[in-house]
Nanobody, 122 residues
Framework: QVQLVESGGGSVQAGGSLRLSCAAS????????MGWFRQGPGKKREQFGR????????LYLESVKGRFTISQDNAKNTIYLQMNNLKTEDTAMYYC???????????????WGRGTQVTVSS
């Protein structure tokens, strides 16, 4: 059974930093796709990054490039999201999710954590 547990959220002022963690069990992050998603108030959930099979990291949103960094500790089966220079528009519930991978990409994300709240104030 796959279990994903996010932690590290909180409230910070604009310009501050947070590091989120996603601890995975029942799945090897080296053979799966591990994605980071967020859902802001009144907004749809959006994927902004992923790690493919533990080594290929992609950030999708221009708004987070240069500020967010995704990394992984294979020994701990944990992925991290370092968020710097946070902005009020980063306020959201942040989720990690797992998807089976193929040689060409990722299948649907079917395993989800419960999320961790990030609130950025001005």
């Amino acid at each position: 059974q796959v279990q994903l547990v996010e932690s590290g959220g909180g409230s910070v002022q604009a310009g501050g930093s947070l590091r989120l963690s996603c601890a995975a069990s029942g799945v090897s992050s080296r053979s799966y796709c591990m994605g980071w998603f967020r859902q802001g108030p009144g907004k749809k959930r959006e994927q902004f990054g992923r790690i493919y099979r533990g080594f290929l990291i992609t950030l999708y949103l221009e708004s987070v490039k240069g500020r967010f960094t995704i990394s992984q500790d294979n020994a701990k089966n944990t992925i991290y999201l370092q968020m710097n220079n946070l902005k009020t528009e980063d306020t959201a519930m942040y989720y990690c999710a797992a998807a089976q991978s193929t040689d060409s990409g990722c299948l649907d994300y079917t395993s989800w954590g419960r999320g961790t709240q990030v609130t950025v104030s001005s």
